[in-house]
């Protein structure tokens, strides 16, 4: 999404997941029964569309742990499988909330995506722009309701939450000055 907005754990993630459940018809498969149907392709000429893969995984999260399991279980991409166990089992709210925070951020990406295309651009920027100013000028002004998945994902009951787990996305000149941190 950016070299600014980085979610390193969920990068590590989709790594192998884009090796493995996008181009393994067994994994593929799998996750196709996990999400009770057909599942987002994966384009490398797409780049937008790791958000479609990442909010497919967000609208069934709840799955990610079991699916994963039933990877290892039946022996599908054993060392890529591990890897995205360890990734996702370190630290899972973190995981969860990165989900949810570029679920809640995909305008952006599509905005960007749509501003290459070879149409009238203009005609469909200045909206799609403004759309993200005032997400930005929300953000500024901490109001609720803004990034519906992540306060979701903040309202599920939790095990183990790291007290003192903070987020930050610093929009620059976007919306004004950001506002100053205690």
């Given at each position: 999404m950016g070299k600014r907005l980085k979610f390193e754990s969920l990068d590590e993630f989709m790594t192998g997941w884009l090796t493995l459940v996008q181009?393994?018809?067994?994994?593929?498969?799998?996750?196709?029964?996990s999400i009770d149907g057909p599942m987002v392709g994966w384009s490398n000429i797409?780049?937008?569309?790791?958000?479609?893969?990442?909010?497919?995984?967000?609208?069934?999260?709840?799955?990610v742990p079991k699916f994963l399991r039933r990877l290892e279980q039946m022996g599908i991409g054993e060392a890529t499988t591990s890897k995205m166990i360890e990734v996702y089992s370190q630290d899972p709210i973190n995981f969860e909330l990165s989900v949810a925070a570029?679920?809640?951020?995909?305008?952006?990406?599509?905005?960007?995506y749509e501003m290459e295309g070879e149409r009238l651009e203009i005609l469909v920027i200045f909206g799609r722009i403004e759309k993200i100013r005032a997400l930005g000028r929300s953000l500024a002004g901490a109001h609720s309701g803004i990034l519906v998945h992540t306060e979701a994902a903040l309202r599920r009951p939790l095990d183990n939450p790291e007290i003192g787990l903070r987020f930050s996305k610093d929009f620059g000149s976007h919306c004004g000055s950001p506002p100053e941190r205690p």
């Open positions: 181009n393994s018809p067994a994994a593929k498969s799998e996750w196709k029964s797409r780049w937008q569309n790791m958000a479609e893969v990442v909010a497919e995984i967000g609208r069934h999260i709840s799955e570029y679920m809640d951020l995909a305008d952006i990406v599509k905005t960007t």
